[in-house]
């Protein structure tokens, strides 16, 4: 299976990137092949909402790396979205990433049947505060038609290292058998 991982994380050393590295082991460990864009690293804008997605022949107008990330998200079988909760949601790094799948939709081209998941994690021992990540990809997948496999949501988690004092890495391998 061609699993595509986009993170939203811009700490190379933080705790998302750990179980984005463990579930990646885990997958590569099972024969899926996996493709990784490190969102924060890349140069990307929002969507601008011109509805012009794919008249270029790219999924979106305006060239950026989006336009790289684009064609993977059409190979791939599974789609994983990783990222920390910024301010109660999703953080901005990803987000223009999430907004502009708009463009499949938009230029009608099937993206549907994928599975998906997500792996997230948040400073507060509260695990509703990960509902502002969690509630608008569940939502995003049932437009997109894709299957949800499973998500990994970890509490109490800021520094670094914060994610070994938990069982986080662990279920994000786990999380890679269900693909």
């Not at 493709?35 to 008249?55: E, I, P, S, V, Y």
């Not at 099937?110 to 021992?125: A, H, L, P, R, W």
Request: proline share 3%; net charge negative.
């Amino acid at each position: 299976m061609k699993i595509l991982i986009i993170t939203g994380s811009p700490r190379k050393n933080g705790n998302t990137f750990a179980m984005v590295d463990s579930f990646t082991k885990a997958a590569e460990s099972l024969g899926h092949e996996i493709t990784r864009f490190d969102a924060a690293m890349l140069n990307l804008g929002g969507c601008r909402a011109c509805m012009t997605c794919f008249k270029t022949g790219k999924a979106c107008s305006f060239d950026d790396d989006f336009n790289v990330i684009a064609p993977h998200i059409q190979e791939a079988d599974a789609i994983v979205y990783a990222m920390p909760v910024y301010w109660y949601s999703i953080p901005a790094q990803i987000k223009c990433v999430i907004d502009r799948v708009f463009s499949f939709y938009v230029g009608k081209k099937d993206v549907s049947g994928k599975k998906c998941g997500i792996i997230t994690c948040c400073e507060e021992n509260d695990e509703s505060v990960m509902d502002g990540v969690t509630m608008p990809l569940h939502r995003t997948f049932d437009l997109l038609k894709w299957n949800f496999v499973g998500e990994v949501c970890v509490p109490g988690v800021f520094n670094e290292g914060d994610i070994d004092k938990t069982d986080g890495c662990a279920r994000a391998a786990e999380l890679a058998s269900k693909f």
